[in-house]
T-cell receptor
């Protein structure tokens, strides 16, 4: 099956700085890559996703990049705010597999005011 | 919009007891999933269903059972609770749109401790 690795496991940034979280995947058949944000005591919430036919996608302060050749994708958060503090998960999914997701192990982001 | 609803939110079980974790969604999604989340381990798929009457094993199915008699409900059953099943359990659902992958929508979890 697919194996997704995520780094770093913890990340602290000053408010206003940028944060970058990186993931790699093993199966070249993966074609959908969502990112989730999980706040304490809550379930994961989708914040952005990217499909394999696109190299970059942006939504306000959040962007995701995908390098299919190297099998890695990254989440970029600019102008970080304290409310960005949470655990972030990347995932990969292969077409025609019942929409199964393979998750990374998560990154705990702390934004220091 | 309720989305995905899980009950109970918290539960403590004794070793060997059984229980059912409930999950229901009101988005008419075909696909439903059960995950467990252990500290530092991300989310691991236990079982999933692509429609009523159809279920399949994920990465970590041992010790669990599921059923899918309706589109809305996807209960997870623990028959003989073991300490290794102490975890946070999440239910999720997604719509089917041809072969194209779709986002999964998650409930807020059930925190289960087995003592």
């Amino acid at each position: 099956g697919e194996n997704v690795e995520q780094h770093p496991s913890t990340l602290s940034v000053q408010e206003g700085d940028s944060a970058v979280i990186k993931c790699t995947y093993s199966d070249s058949a993966s074609n959908y890559f969502p990112w989730y944000k999980q706040e304490l005591g809550k379930g994961p919430q989708l914040i952005i996703d990217i499909r394999s036919n696109v190299g970059e996608k942006k939504d306000q302060r959040i962007a995701v990049t995908l390098n299919k050749t190297a099998k890695h994708f990254s989440l970029h958060i600019t102008e970080t705010q304290p409310e960005d503090s949470a655990v972030y998960f990347c995932a990969a999914s292969i077409k025609d597999t019942g929409n199964q997701f393979y998750f990374g192990t998560g990154t705990s982001l702390t934004v220091i005011p | 919009n309720a989305g995905v609803t899980q009950t109970p939110k918290f539960r403590i079980l004794k070793i060997g007891q059984s229980m059912t974790l409930q999950c229901t969604q009101d988005m008419n999604h075909n696909y439903m999933y059960w995950y467990r989340q252990d500290p530092g381990m991300g989310l691991k798929l236990i079982y999933y269903s692509v429609g009523a009457g159809i279920t399949d094993k994920g990465e970590v199915p041992n010790g669990y059972n599921v059923s899918r008699s309706t589109t809305e409900d996807f209960p997870l059953r623990l028959e003989l609770a073991a300490p290794s099943q102490t975890s946070v359990y999440f239910c999720a659902s997604s719509r089917r749109q041809g072969p194209s992958n779709q986002p999964q929508h998650f409930g807020d979890g059930t925190r289960l401790s087995i003592l």
